[in-house]
């Protein structure tokens, strides 16, 4: 029985002897390639002079990176110029220090300074499409200008026309101590927080552009806040931010846009950030088959609907 079934399955012709021999040896052949690949071939060693210079400066721009001299990855961030993201910040030796309003420096007095001619290009370039200069610190956000060019023309920043925004983050103010420049900003004035634009949001401390558009979206998404503590629900906004610009919040009886739930549809409840899909869906198949709600309290007795869900959703909702 053994002898039979061996027979029919494991005998092979020689032909077939002939092929599995030569897969094996072609599969061996394929493992064994790699480790004997360098003692075949043999790559050319190209000595190019230009090259390893390069490499050298590269290695000079590591290390200065590692010592920590070139502007944060927050102050890159938050730079006023686009397009400049490949740009590293130069440094000249022996330029002047004088006076000069950044709004209204020439390319020569630029260069007398010490800046090197591509950063003045793109401060000429941000100057020429409207930018301006309300501030100091604000030459903190030139992308290409070395921190310590920064810390060396701040003492002699003088801007002649501050512009017609609101102070914000005035009066900034610096002192020597070790050698280095630090800045202490004057707490912010409290604001509205369903009027206030985003300027006014970026007067916080920790909130940037991005922060103050994404609280200004958020808001309009909600139609209008009915509470402070809304604005730390912001994506993005960390609770420690939060929690340091809470004081300078306030609401001055908050007008809030109401959400009709007899006649609005789907499609209009889910928009609303508070009303996902399944509740929209909920509130809509309720409506059809026990006609309009006669009070907003009524939603709890849709399953979706959970306390916590129907309190934050009470000041945006109406029956008429």
């Not at 009066?171 to 707490?187: A, D, G, V, Y």
């Not at 993005?236 to 929690?243: A, I, K, V």
Request: aromatic content about 12%; hydrophobic content about 35%; some cysteine.
């Amino acid at each position: 029985m053994w002898k039979a079934f061996l027979r029919e399955y494991l005998y092979f012709t020689r032909k077939e002897r002939t092929g599995i021999f030569l897969l094996l040896f072609l599969i061996l052949t394929c493992i064994l390639f790699p480790f004997f690949f360098h003692l075949i071939i043999h790559p050319k060693t190209i000595h190019d002079p230009g090259f390893e210079k390069e490499m050298e400066s590269l290695q000079v721009i590591g290390d200065d990176s590692a010592d920590g001299r070139y502007a944060n990855k927050r102050v890159a961030k938050e730079k006023y110029f686009a397009g400049e993201s490949s740009a590293r910040p130069h440094r000249f030796s022996g330029g002047e220090n004088f006076n000069f309003d950044p709004n209204t420096t020439s390319v020569e007095d630029w260069e007398r300074l010490g800046i090197h001619p591509k950063t003045v290009q793109t401060i000429q370039k941000y100057i020429s499409k409207g930018g301006h200069f309300y501030h100091p610190v604000d030459i903190r956000k030139i992308w290409g200008l070395h921190e310590d060019d920064i810390k060396r023309l701040l003492p002699y920043v003088r801007i002649n026309n501050p512009g017609s925004i609101p102070d914000r983050n005035e009066p900034w103010k610096h002192e020597t101590f070790h050698h280095e420049i630090h800045f202490r900003e004057q707490t912010a004035v409290p604001f509205d927080i369903n009027s206030a634009d985003t300027t006014l949001f970026i007067s916080l401390p920790g909130i940037g552009s991005k922060l103050a558009q994404r609280i200004i979206s958020f808001r309009d998404k909600l139609g209008g806040f009915a509470s402070i503590d809304q604005v730390g629900e912001t994506f993005g906004l960390p609770d420690s931010t939060f929690q340091k610009i809470k004081p300078k919040l306030l609401l001055h009886d908050p007008v809030v846009k109401k959400l009709n739930i007899n006649s609005a549809g789907i499609d209009e409840m889910k928009l609303h950030p508070y009303i996902r899909y399944n509740i929209a869906n909920a509130i809509f198949q309720y409506r059809t088959q026990h006609g309009n709600f006669n009070s907003v309290e009524e939603l709890l007795k849709i399953m979706p609907v959970t306390p916590e869900v129907y309190s934050k959703l009470l000041p945006y909702l109406t029956i008429r």
